[in-house]
């Protein structure tokens, strides 16, 4: 379970995100959802080492990780995607989800420079796993393709299968369905979610697309202005004043 | 084989001049791979270079210890200068570098050991072709396997994306410094190979010019992979002694050559041979 306890983050007086709890349990997908500027994307940062907070706690069941570098927190199990995509636009997709197994990789530096063949057996075995990852993604025919060539919805999903490949225990997913069509995002939370409940990986989604997020999440969080307004299943929220107000302005005002 | 004997007795200066480039190259390459524009390499070439030369001629260190000890040297002086300029990047990182490279050249124009401004004289010829292109044939097989290791793969990723990179698990700092140590001995080991096999050495071998130079055949000849910093050095050590018969003109053709490829080969020269990426 990844918890905040209290997090603010103050960016030169401005309060991106102040006194936050969230809870993410081990296998469940939480949403987190707030309108534009609502800090949301903060909140990704804080949990994965890209910014630290100002104050309050972050821990990983009972270790607090507010303080570590992203790649020290990314080793113990945090895996994320970004908004905009940040696969490596030189290598193709394959190659971008073997080096997310970074951390398991097991072809040893000294096997690769001797070329002794073990070590090659085991690189020959990482790239199979990652085609296979990408198969279960639909990107087989796109496995060779560099991820610059690739369109957007397919890196999307290169970039999910580059974070599956880490074998987290969390995965954070920066607005997945961000510019998809209504039947690639209906595609993408099918695979999302297949891909969570095989692999016992909690999932903590933000998303503006509200028909996404109400199907996939069991319980959603509500940022408004950095504060959390409101947090409940699915037909708690949408029935929440405060959540309605903070999407659609309150009536008779302005 | 009389006229191969004879070619190689005209040129062999010139021959031994390409290898101790390439490898050069191949210094400032393995800092570009981890996406480092580091530019002190003719520092760390200078460092090895005095070392092993003192070695030699002074303690009578027989040639390969003496090398050796001088290639580790660099190395050391490599991660010394990699850990404070960690967190510079891009035309930050290239300044600081350079600053290093400049501070090697001083002290060596200032102290006594290194013979000053005049240098050392009567270095034995001690680097054959036959070691150098061995050395070059290893240090090519050696980081074409870096690049397809885990730690290679690291290196491309930080070069392209490095928060993406560490979000992955892979400590950023950790591999530039690799990379800095690598590329550093590199150059080096390079500088000693050059010192000898000329019969001496002096500060001005080791200015910001000797950089330039590297940079330019790694980028010409491509960064995309190992066989082009090799490519560049061939053709910028070759351009000029070909163009000897332009007299006046030779600077001008070569840079314009130059320009050309760069032009219409961003790539470099290797994407000719390796036409799997150009498109």
Same mark, same amino acid.
């Given at each position: ?6 997090? @603010? =983050? ?16 081990? *296998? @469940? ?10 800090? =949301? ?27 570590? =570098? ?12 970004? *908004?905009?995509? $940040?696969? #490596? ?36 075995? +990482? ?24 369109? /957007?919805?397919? *890196? ?25 069509? /209504? ?35 069991? $319980?959603?969080?509500?940022?408004? #202005? ?7 299943? /699915? ?20 | ?29 393995? @800092? ?22 003192? +070695?030699?001629? %002074?303690?009578?260190?027989? #040639? ?32 600081? @570098? ?8 001083? #002290? ?41 290791? %885990?730690?290679? %793969? ?17 400590? /950023?700092?950790?591999? =530039? ?103």
């Amino acid at each position: 379970m990844i918890a905040l306890a209290g997090v @603010t =983050k103050d960016y030169g007086g401005v309060h991106a995100v102040k006194d936050l709890s969230l809870e993410l349990p081990d *296998q @469940t997908v939480l949403g987190l959802i707030g309108p534009n500027g609502a800090g =949301k994307t903060t909140v990704l940062n804080l949990m994965t080492g890209l910014a630290t907070p100002t104050s309050g706690t972050i821990a990983l069941d009972e270790r607090r990780i507010d303080h570590l =570098k992203p790649h020290a927190i990314a080793a113990l199990g945090i895996a994320r995607t970004y *908004q905009t995509s $940040r696969l #490596f636009p030189q290598m193709s997709a394959l190659e971008n989800v073997v080096v997310g197994m970074h951390l398991h990789a097991d072809d040893s530096l000294l096997g690769q420079l001797t070329g002794w063949p073990p070590t090659l057996a085991r690189a020959q075995r +990482l790239r199979t796993q990652a085609r296979e990852l990408l198969g279960e993604l639909g990107l087989s025919e796109r496995a060779d393709a560099l991820a610059r060539n690739l369109a /957007p919805g397919e *890196q999307r999903r290169v970039e999910i299968a580059r974070a599956i490949a880490m074998q987290p225990r969390a995965l954070l997913l920066d607005e997945p369905a961000a510019g998809l069509n /209504p039947v690639e995002t209906d595609r993408l939370r099918a695979e999302i979610l297949k891909l969570a409940r095989e692999r016992n990986i909690s999932v903590l989604l933000i998303e503006h697309d509200m028909s996404f997020v109400m199907a996939a999440c069991e $319980r959603i969080a509500v940022l408004n #202005f950095g504060e959390k307004i409101a947090e409940g299943t /699915p037909d708690q929220v949408r029935a929440d004043p405060r959540v309605i107000e903070a999407y659609l302005g309150v009536e008779g005002v302005a | 084989m009389h006229a191969l004997t004879a070619f190689y007795s005209a040129h062999s200066a010139l021959i031994n001049q390409i290898g101790v480039n390439a490898l050069l190259a191949l210094s400032i390459w393995v @800092t570009l791979a981890c996406g480092q524009l580091s530019l002190g390499n003719m520092g760390f070439m200078a460092i090895t270079a005095y070392a092993s030369v003192l +070695l030699v001629l %002074r303690a009578h260190w027989p #040639f390969f210890p003496a090398v050796l000890a001088g290639t580790g040297l660099a190395a050391i002086a490599g991660l010394l200068l990699g850990w404070p300029v960690l967190r510079l990047r891009g035309v930050f990182l290239a300044i600081a @570098t350079i600053g290093f490279g400049e501070i090697v050249r001083i #002290f060596a124009v200032n102290l006594s050991v290194t013979g000053g401004a005049e240098g050392i004289a009567g270095i034995p010829q001690l680097a054959s072709t036959p070691i150098i292109y061995s050395s070059l044939a290893l240090a090519v097989f050696l980081l074409w396997r870096l690049t397809r290791s %885990r730690a290679g %793969r690291a290196f491309a990723a930080i070069a392209q994306d490095e928060v993406a990179a560490a979000g992955l698990g892979i400590d /950023p700092a950790a591999y =530039k410094l690799a990379a800095f140590a690598i590329g550093a001995a590199i150059a080096g080991y390079a500088g000693a190979l050059s010192a000898f096999s000329s019969f001496f050495i002096s500060p001005t071998d080791y200015s910001f010019g000797r950089v330039v130079d590297m940079l330019a055949s790694a980028v010409v000849g491509g960064i995309g992979s190992v066989g082009g910093p090799v490519l560049g050095s061939i053709l910028l050590t070759l351009l000029p002694e070909t163009l000897r018969f332009l007299q006046n003109y030779r600077d001008v053709i070569n840079g314009l050559i130059l320009l050309f490829v760069i032009v219409f080969l961003p790539q470099g020269l290797w994407s000719l041979v390796d036409r799997r990426r150009a498109s």
